[in-house]
């Protein structure tokens, strides 16, 4: 009875233990060792699939052996921002944690939980190593520099060089010209585009190019930040033009998957999908020549911005190791570590372009980097990305209704801006 009560207890301590979150997590089994927590989604916490995570343990470690980093898995990304919230609800977050650069850690970054490292970037240089987008969409966000970028994401429209060459085309300065590139297409018979429909997020995209277009970038900006109402005449006519673009769809595109709208595009039965840079693994993988497509922005202005989005590691304001927490953040943003990610994987999402080797690059890849890096700049997705979740459900819903005729235009911005002043999103 007495070994019973004993293991009993011992487990109750270790149950204890694990629940106490970061106040105990940064205690360490050896006296004077400092410890930090990190917190990262499950999958990233294999570190032979986290080249970038593993060099920066491995450089930290070499630097400052007088300390440890413990990692935490916390199941899907979803899992880890509901515990990030509830951790930071109570005070107890980790020192550094991995999330997108986006809405979902506006509320962190409004409530003084995350450290602005706009003065470490600025000593470091960042601004001249890192792509261009991951910082300037924090700085449009966050009003600062809040996150060390880890991966950067470029959307655009991939087309079918076999049908361009075909048909005589060049890649579209203006968007009239892209229309009329549509146009010859239809009348041929290939659809022009293929929209993945099933899933609104990606007919969004197309919305997104025609804000760019109709608000231009500060007002497009504005838009994504909660500066100005949704309720405008360019977002009205952004559902317009999306609807009349809709034309161009391939047949049944509502119902479509992205895997369905590739094997169309591989099999030259249409031109254009709107994707990101996944696509490229796409390609490969059903053993497709990636120079045998290519890459451009969503024309309309000169010059154009970037559709982008991409992750990285905050730091806990109130973390009890702010000193040593920084000091893992400067080994993280060494280019050794982004080196390390691309020798895997030749993966040119790795935030620092100087890790990338471009000689190795098919022309495909070499547009992407190109696009991720443009002088223009960049903008946020109008989804979760920059506007809360309950608005993003809004407004994809209002995409689809718009493209079956259930609303108008007129009424899709008027339902996204009732949500955006039920959820408090404006700043006005």
Known sequence: ??????????????????????????????????????????????????PTLRKALEIFSERHPEAEVVISGKGRPEQLYDALSIAF????????????????????????????????????????????????????????????????????????????????????????????????????????????????????????GFLEINCGPEMHDKLLTGDISLNCQEVIQSFQDLKDLSAYFQEGHLSSEETEVNMLLFQNKLCFTYDGTWEVDSIEGAGMDPDDYGFFLFPGTTPARANSYGDGVF????????????????????????????????????????????????????????AMNTPAGSYLPSNEMSWPARLTDAHLEAIDQVLLGTITPEEAAQNIDAVARETGFYKF
């Not at 019973?4 to 089994?29: C, H, K, Q």
């Open 89 to 208: 609800s109570a005070d107890n977050g980790p020192d550094l944690f991995w999330a997108n650069i986006g809405a979902v850690v506006s509320p962190f970054v409004d409530n003084g939980k995350v450290l602005d490292l706009s003065a470490l970037a600025e000593e470091e240089g960042w601004d001249d190593v890192f792509y261009s987008s991951a910082l300037d969409t924090q700085r449009t966000l966050f009003g600062g520099i809040y996150a060390l970028p880890k991966a950067q994401k470029v959307l655009g429209i991939f087309y079918n060089k076999s049908l361009y060459e075909e048909f005589g085309f060049t890649e579209p300065e203006t968007f009239d010209e892209f229309i009329r590139q549509c146009e010859i297409l239809a009348e041929a018979g290939i659809a022009p585009i293929g929209n993945a429909g099933k899933w609104p997020a990606c007919t969004n995209r197309w919305f997104d």
């Open 315 to 370: 730091v806990n304001a109130s973390s009890d190791n702010l000193d040593m927490a920084l000091e893992f953040i400067r080994c993280y943003s060494e280019a050794e570590c982004y080196s390390e990610a691309f020798a895997v994987s030749e993966d040119i999402t790795v935030a620092r372009p100087d890790a990338i080797d471009e000689t190795v690059l098919d022309g495909l890849n070499k547009q992407l980097v190109e």
């Open 1 to 50: 009875m007495r070994r019973v009560l004993l293991v009993g207890m011992l487990s109750m301590l270790l149950v204890s233990a694990v629940f106490a979150g970061g106040a105990s997590d940064n205690e360490s089994d050896e006296i004077g060792k400092v410890t930090l927590t990190y917190w990262d989604y499950s999958s990233n916490t294999d570190l032979d699939n986290n």
